[in-house]
């Protein structure tokens, strides 16, 4: 009798052990997901498009010298962007550079959503980020979006941003 007890206690660690070790696997591979996400975010592709990003905001620097003054509403704000942004000498490149960034913050959206990544973690390094690049490029989105005819297709984004701002209160 007491071996069956002994033989039902080593099976119930067993099976307690594989359900632990399942757990912290899973929590490792969200941790290399969420850190993979951050090596990417420093790669040439997505350097490239930030570079191109910032580069439009080299020309016109009264824009920027209005936005951090606070002299801009909201409203006054994207129809100073919608203004310049639609008639910008590199609006292509632009336009390449705002979808690759989307596809980027979509797939990190997507991750953190899941509980496929480690949202602490993509938190930590993302949010204030995220936060920044969705007011900013806000209007731009909604030019892109108007132009091509598609739901706002920085809905995501804009989740994204929510979310870490109600993670901050």
């Known amino acids: 009798m007491s071996l069956k007890i002994i033989a039902t206690l ?16 899973r929590v490792v591979a969200a941790q290399n997901r969420s850190l993979g996400y951050i090596e ?36 006054g ?10 008639r910008h000498k590199n609006r ?9 960034m989307q596809v980027f ?7 953190r959503k899941s509980a496929a ?16 690049f969705s007011r900013s ?3 731009f989105y909604a030019r892109l979006s108007n132009d091509i005819g598609a739901e706002p ?3 995501s984004l804009r989740n994204l941003a929510n979310e870490c701002a109600g993670a901050d209160e």
């Open 105 to 111: 913050l979509d797939e990190l959206s997507f991750c």
């Open 153 to 155: 297709i920085d809905a």
């Open 10 to 25: 080593i099976a119930v660690f067993g099976i307690w052990k594989y359900f632990a070790d399942q757990h912290s696997e």
């Open 117 to 132: 990544c480690d949202a602490a973690i993509l938190d930590g390094f993302f949010c204030e980020y995220v936060g920044r």
């Open 137 to 139: 490029y806000a209007p």
């Open 40 to 75: 990417r975010f420093g790669g040439s592709d997505l350097v490239a498009a930030r570079s191109r990003l910032l580069a439009f905001w080299q020309d016109y620097p009264e824009l920027v010298i209005a936005t951090k003054a606070g002299g801009l509403t909201e409203p």
């Open 92 to 100: 292509k490149q632009m336009d390449e550079a705002l979808f690759r």
């Open 77 to 86: 704000y994207a129809l100073a962007v919608d203004a310049v942004y639609t």
